[in-house]
């Protein structure tokens, strides 16, 4: 008799987002002038809006027709499209939470490229394009919690972040792999104020990044990102706040040191470089031991109790052996 051994980051029914409008992705695919079949027409228009065209270009065509199904998730259900592109933080574009959705169509997601730099033995610019069509991309669910204490379910696609980062060759001087978003005003509006010091910097130690868990993401739903929610390539990184999951990536770069990132730059007292989900350790201006489950009701919110690495502990507790996370957070 086969027994399954229920992870802690598996979800139990009550703990999921209710599935209002589940998007398949065999349907989502087959793109006819701006809709999809099987996806509603407020879906679709919140898709147009962001300048996402639902349907990938060509040189991505063959790697989105092959998305490989993970074991990651199954069984919970993710928030309906319409709340996942809609409800964002990236400041780039603004800092109410339909301002992404509202103003990210000016962003321009190709040509596309990434420059690697640092300590590795392969440096230099890729094209995206050539990262993404000769990848085997999977599709992973995975909850997102933000340090604000709202939370949904997501069905990423993506590549594993350590399938992408090792063909750099990283030396032994790399501990940690810095990130950097587009710089662009122009096209951002968000970044013509300065109460952020932009480019968004983040960072990972390497063996965080090299994690099973961390995924490099090109798509949600089935199909490519749309722009507000960090087109064309952000990081995800779900045992952490989703602060630390960069959007719009343009750089990587491989250090000795451990990078500052833009959070810990603008109030280190709040934000550290790990910024693992820790019910134990609140924020200093609101408690981290609950969160609403998006879609949530005025009324009656979904509240529910926040897990230690956000429910998956059994994969990544052991990266941080002998650390104090309250101290170390």
Partial sequence: ??????????????????????????????????????????????ALQSGNPLAPPAPWQAAFNNIRETAYGQGEKPAPYDVATTYNNFYE???GKDDPAK???????????????????????????????????????????????WSMVIPWVGIPLADVLKKFKPTSKAKYVYFETLHDPAQMPGQRRSSIDWPYREGLRMDEAMNPLALLSVGMYGSILPN????????????????????????????????????????????????????????????????????????????????????????????YNGMDLKRQF
């Fill in 103 to 149: 103003r990210s169509g000016s962003l321009e997601t190709r040509p596309w490229s990434i420059a690697v730099e640092g300590e590795a033995d392969v440096t230099g610019v890729f094209d995206l394009d050539d990262i993404i069509k000769e990848a085997l991309l999977e599709e992973r669910i995975y909850r997102l919690r933000c340090v604000e204490a």
């Fill in 93 to 95: 574009f603004g800092y």
């Fill in 1 to 46: 008799m086969l027994i399954k051994h229920k992870k802690r980051s598996d979800c139990s029914e009550h703990e999921v987002t209710d599935q209002a409008v589940y998007l398949n992705r065999r349907q989502f695919m087959k793109v006819t002038g701006g809709a999809a079949l099987g996806l509603g027409f407020g879906n679709a228009f919140a």
């Fill in 228 to 319: 507000q929610n960090g087109a064309p390539v952000r990081l995800v990184v779900p045992w952490k706040y989703g602060f630390k999951s960069i959007k719009s990536i343009v750089k990587i770069r491989f250090v000795e040191k451990q990078p500052t990132s833009t959070w810990m730059d603008l109030a280190p007292n709040e934000y550290g470089f790990y910024a693992n989900v820790n019910p134990e350790v609140d924020h200093p201006r609101w408690s981290q031991k609950e969160e609403r489950r998006l879609p949530s009701g005025v009324f009656l919110p979904n509240v529910i109790e926040t897990q230690m690495f956000n429910g998956y502990q059994e994969e990544v507790a052991s990266l």
